[in-house]
């Protein structure tokens, strides 16, 4: 004869063969989903503090890439390059090409108005940078560089846009890399190229002066 076996009023009884039953507990569903409601709050809160580190990554890389001397003088350079072009062939024009070349040459100077309007009496470097290439280059009593020495001063101003150039592409290479160690979107850290707001003005003016190559007297190329 079967055992009699009595379960609790929650409990599930499953007769089985032989006449015995299996009690099992009854399921605690209300248990169960908060269970589960838990598990996808865990996994939300780590993919949330997951998005936050990469977002950190990024920031923290963005911040040290943009205050990278090699970002910050390419930009310096690029924006008096585009100036130095755009400058008319007159004293106040020459002034402006001469500045500009000085502060080509030394990016992280601070050029003062009253320096680019006295340069003579300035005694900081760049000041005195700029006096120096105002007799280097020969201006004359009226404020004005003879046309081959301002083609001349276009040129090197040229190839220092080129040699900064160099430097920034490597560090830009070098920041997408960390970026994608980091698992973090590249652009998300280097962003835009510094150069881009004047690409265009740059090439435009560059053609518009016609500066020739020294030795071939050709038009000399941009890039």
Request: net charge negative; hydrophobic share 35%; no cysteine.
């Amino acid at each position: 004869m079967a055992q009699e076996v009595w379960g609790q009023d929650d409990d599930v009884v499953t007769p089985v063969a032989g006449g015995g039953v299996v009690i099992a507990p009854k399921k605690d569903v209300a248990a169960e989903k908060r269970a589960e409601t838990s598990t996808e709050i865990t996994v939300a809160n780590a993919a949330r503090d997951s998005r936050k580190e990469k977002f950190d990554y990024a920031k923290n890389l963005r911040d040290e890439f943009r205050k990278a001397p090699e970002s910050v003088n390419y930009e310096t350079v690029m924006r008096q390059f585009s100036s130095a072009l755009g400058a008319q062939a007159t004293p106040t024009g020459d002034q402006a090409l001469i500045t500009a070349y000085a502060k080509m040459l030394d990016p992280t100077s601070v050029v003062r108005e009253a320096e680019f309007n006295i340069v003579q009496a300035g005694d900081s470097a760049i000041g005195k940078q700029v006096a120096n290439l105002q007799k280097q280059f020969g201006m004359d009593e009226s404020g004005l560089i003879r046309p081959e020495v301002r083609a001349r001063v276009l040129r090197e101003m040229k190839n220092l846009t080129d040699n900064y150039r160099q430097s920034y592409d490597r560090i830009r290479g070098d920041y997408e890399g960390l970026a994608e160690s980091y698992g973090v979107s590249p652009t998300a850290v280097i962003g835009t190229r510094v150069d881009e707001p004047y690409n265009s003005k740059i090439e435009e003016l560059w053609k518009k002066k016609g500066v020739t190559d020294e030795t071939e007297g050709q038009q000399l190329a941009l890039t």
